[in-house]
């Protein structure tokens, strides 16, 4: 299997929060090739199983979720321009000067750009200020609203970057939606590996919907699949650029992560704290996988796994990831090895987990 081939061609579907068909699709595609089961729920969860040897053994779940962060068409003028709001946490400074494409009522995709004042006329007071997404517009090169609408533009309609994935030297790839197509690769990966050699858990691979949007779809997959364990994937903010060389540790090409806190405050209040015995799991599985493994925490963000923690009893939870720069820009960049090396870390943690496995959070 050709990670970077399968990452790449994830990062080009375009597939906001909502609107994950595409991607829900690629993943049952891909699923069905080693999977026991795969289906996907009402919501768009796609879930695919690899059933273990041993029917007492903690039932696993590792999710990735398949949106991306985007803009939806808020106000059509009459002129044709469009006025925009944010779908998720879209970076507001990136806008001016970016591409995009716009999904008509009908599922077509069609290009389009935000573009800033002219440079020769904007004034010395606006060249250094950012245009926040009230006060940008996309421009569809329509010539009226009637036009855009007759093509099944309307307010409502969803809007991503335009997709791209290029790579770049030491094995790196920059383009759209690292986060959290990255995680994708991932559960492919695992598939594949994981139907060659099974554990004794049965473990269930989990492309969520709705996390860029209000982190709620993996929910209802684990109302599907009751599990004793998640373990979520996701992007884990870079530290080796030079803006935030003093704030993170984490650097691309040197292993996949462990988040040892998340923590979101504004508005949700929520975060993970992960269950002893699965970092314990993570560190040993690392060191007998020959693969490094990294450390970090991070507030101001949530993964899906912080309202899966909550659901029945209590699920054991622990937050992993791949390292990634730029998070929520059009030109996110990872290290294809880190993602591989998560595929193995993640599998070489699911042959260690038996009957014995101590679920409860204090021993």
Known sequence: MDIKEILKDFMCTPAPAGYEQEMSRKMKEHFEKYCDEVFVDNVGNCIGKIAGTNPKAPRMMFIGHMDSVGLMVRKIEEDGYLQVS?????????????KFLVRSEDGKWY???????????????????????????????????????????????????????????NDEICGTSVDNRGACATLVGMAEQLSKSRPAADVYLVGTVWEEFNLRGAIIASRHINPDICISLDVVLAGDTPNLKNVFDVKLGEGPCVELLTFHGRGTLNGVLPHEGLFELAKESAALAGVPLQRTIAYGMLMDSSYVQLEGKGVATLDMGFPTRYTHTPVETCCVKDIEQLVTLCCRMTTQINEEFHLPRFK
């Open 86 to 98: 944010r779908l998720g946490g879209t970076e507001e400074k990136v806008l001016a000067g970016t």
């Open 111 to 169: 290009p389009a750009a935000i573009g800033p004042k002219a440079h020769h006329v904007t004034p010395p007071e606006e060249k250094y200020v950012v245009e926040n997404v009230n006060q940008v517009y996309l421009d569809m090169g329509a010539s009226s609203k009637s036009q855009l609408n007759k093509m099944g533009i309307h307010i409502g309609c969803p809007v991503v970057y335009k997709p791209m994935a290029d790579e770049i030297l």
